[in-house]
């Protein structure tokens, strides 16, 4: 194991690393920007150093300031967290270069697996089903037409990137050059690379995914997740089962992302990602999320497995100290994502927090990074904390989340807080019966529901 690591993020992941190192009797090193001088991820590890200004360009996003800070303090490792730099292939060579271990899939596997295309004839190569649409990059107006006139509705999305940005809704063919280009441009600006493709628009599908661990021994999976409740491709609630799924539909699923790991060479920890069609009872590979998941606590919950623990023995040479018939899954789980932001307008809520109350309680997990006084910026993504309840069956965790939201108190910034519990006593949500498009349709009659 290593003796020293590096958490190239902030705020509740980092914490959340740190916590497992700190466990397993490794030491920390937290980075931070000026707007996250003396924020609590860097009281928690063992040392921190500065990596730049407030804007992330300047600190999280910059390579050469992250890997200084790895080179001067000595670290062993890196480990990413999720979103900034954490499926970026050049970071990992830029990592290993310094003389550290990447904590994650190898840097050769990402530099294949960040092309969705790529990813799409791994999976058609090996039986596993995919959205009808292209297997290449698209460049040609033409050839969007032609996916139109075969199957309705489409969408452009970015070969490498991801979370709903630069991707566009076609449904007529005078609209396909313009969206094309807009597209292009955008997945340029974001990811550095402006290739999309397009694919079938699926009529309220719902997101399902499978955690998967893996060394050079061998894949296991950690079961699913129910990830449909989006808004603008942006997860609010997961959880643990999937209430959609027979035990047929599950195992076929499991076997599906085993294969996709196996077939890709993917190692460390990697989320395999599906769309499923309930009224076909068809489900289709989507995309392969290289790093952990923010969702990744649900899993931990319901099979006791600390994901973090095992992505750091894979890095480390150790393996996996768990196999797949030691994996059970137990009760449910469920997650709340809580933003600093206007339940009601979506709008980001920067300010310092005057008042805290973190709920407590047996089977209730609260990731987070906050402390009165905490400063929440403009600068980052205003997801400040996530919310896990387990219980024996679904309505149990349900009910717990519920309790917890209503004990849970943060003052001083406006939280998602009301929204989540509005969508978590909804009859739709109580029944299970939601699909992607849910959120974004309901959201006017659940924003009225809200409690002053």
């Known amino acids: 194991m290593f003796s020293k690591v590096l958490i190239a993020n902030r705020g509740e992941i980092a914490a959340r690393v740190i916590r497992t190192c700190r466990r397993l009797g490794v030491e920390t090193v937290a980075i931070y920007s000026d707007a996250d001088a003396g924020a609590p991820h860097t009281k928690l590890a063992d040392e921190s150093m500065r990596v730049g200004e407030s804007p992330p360009l300047k600190s999280y996003l910059s390579?050469?300031?992250?890997?200084?800070?790895?080179?001067?303090?000595?670290?062993?490792?890196?480990?990413?967290?999720?979103?900034?730099?954490?499926e970026f292939y050049q970071f990992a060579e830029a990592v290993e270069k310094?003389?550290?271990v990447w904590v994650g899939p190898s840097p050769r596997v990402m530099r294949k697996i960040e092309s969705k295309t790529y990813s799409r004839r791994v999976a058609r190569?090996?039986?596993?089903?995919?959205?009808?649409?292209?297997?290449?990059?698209?460049?040609?107006?033409?050839?969007?037409?032609?996916?139109?006139?075969?199957?309705?509705?489409?969408?452009?999305?970015?070969?490498?990137?991801?979370?709903?940005?630069?991707?566009?809704?076609?449904?007529?063919p005078r609209?396909?050059?313009?969206?094309?280009?807009?597209?292009?441009?955008?997945?340029?600006?974001?990811?550095?690379?402006?290739?999309?493709?397009?694919?079938?628009?699926?009529?309220a599908p719902r997101h399902v995914e499978v955690q998967i661990l893996a060394d050079e021994g061998g894949v296991i999976h950690l079961f699913e997740r129910e990830c449909s409740l989006q808004r603008r491709f942006q997860k609010v609630v997961e959880e643990s089962p999937s209430p959609a799924l027979t035990r047929e539909q599950r195992a076929d699923l499991l076997r599906a992302a085993k294969a996709m790991a196996t077939a890709t060479g993917y190692t460390n920890a990697g989320t395999f990602e599906f769309l499923y069609e309930e009224s076909k009872e068809q489900f289709y590979f989507l995309e392969i999320n290289k790093r952990l998941q923010v969702e990744h606590p649900v899993t931990e919950m319901t099979t006791g497995v600390d994901i973090v623990e095992q992505q750091l023995r894979v890095a480390s040479g150790e393996g996996l100290g768990i196999e797949q018939d030691g994996v059970e899954q137990r009760?449910?789980?469920?997650?709340?994502?809580?933003?600093?932001?206007?339940?009601?307008?979506?709008?980001?809520?920067?300010?310092?927090?005057?008042?805290?109350?973190i709920p407590t309680g047996e089977h209730i997990r609260v990731d987070h990074a906050l402390e009165v006084g905490t400063s929440v910026s403009f600068y980052y993504d205003p997801l400040i904390a996530k919310l896990i309840a387990w219980g024996s069956s679904r309505r149990e965790a349900i009910s717990r989340v519920l309790e917890s939201l209503s004990d849970f108190v943060i003052e001083g910034v406006k939280t998602s807080i009301p929204l989540q519990r509005v969508i978590l006593r909804s009859k739709d949500f109580l029944d299970g019966r939601f699909d992607t498009t849910y959120l974004d349709s309901k959201l006017t009659d659940l924003r009225a529901e809200i409690e002053d």
């Open 63 to 86: 390579i050469a300031n992250i890997c200084e800070a790895v080179t001067r303090t000595g670290a062993e490792a890196v480990h990413p967290g999720y979103g900034f730099l954490s």
């Open 98 to 100: 310094a003389g550290a």
């Open 125 to 172: 190569e090996n039986g596993i089903p995919t959205i009808p649409g292209t297997y290449e990059p698209v460049g040609d107006p033409a050839e969007l037409e032609k996916l139109l006139s075969e199957f309705g509705p489409i969408l452009i999305k970015p070969d490498a990137g991801g979370g709903g940005k630069g991707t566009r809704k076609v449904t007529e």
């Open 175 to 203: 609209a396909a050059k313009e969206a094309l280009e807009g597209a292009s441009r955008e997945a340029k600006l974001y990811f550095g690379n402006g290739d999309v493709y397009a694919e079938k628009l699926l009529d």
């Open 331 to 357: 009760g449910n789980s469920i997650e709340a994502r809580v933003y600093a932001e206007d339940p009601r307008t979506f709008m980001p809520s920067p300010g310092k927090i005057t008042k805290l109350r």
